[in-house]
């Protein structure tokens, strides 16, 4: 809510199966954003997503300005979005 429609979140699930992906985010309550199905990998291999937690944080134009390999916090992924949005 606070950065509006500045930013948008997306989910990919990777290397699973649709109906998996779907359970994740009935169980996880994770609904109210886009979730993109990757069960091939594409966009793990076009980012150099390691492990399952990663964060990309990408510009309007499509650049990445940021990795992430580890959960974050409330505060900490507030701290990144502004970083991303305002500068």
């Not at 291999?45 to 492990?51: G, H, I, L, S």
């Not at 974050?72 to 991303?84: A, F, K, P, T």
Request: proline share 1%; aromatic share 10%.
């Amino acid at each position: 809510d606070e950065f509006g429609d500045r930013v948008h979140f997306v989910g990919i699930a990777s290397l699973d199966t649709v109906p998996a992906m779907q359970r994740f985010i009935t169980d996880r309550n994770v609904g109210g954003f886009v979730q993109l199905n990757d069960e091939d990998g594409a966009v793990w291999r076009r980012f150099e997503v390691t492990v399952q937690s990663t964060l990309v944080f990408m510009r309007v134009d499509g650049s990445t300005s940021r990795v992430e390999y580890d959960v974050l916090g409330h505060d900490e992924l507030r701290d990144r979005v502004r970083e991303l949005v305002e500068g």
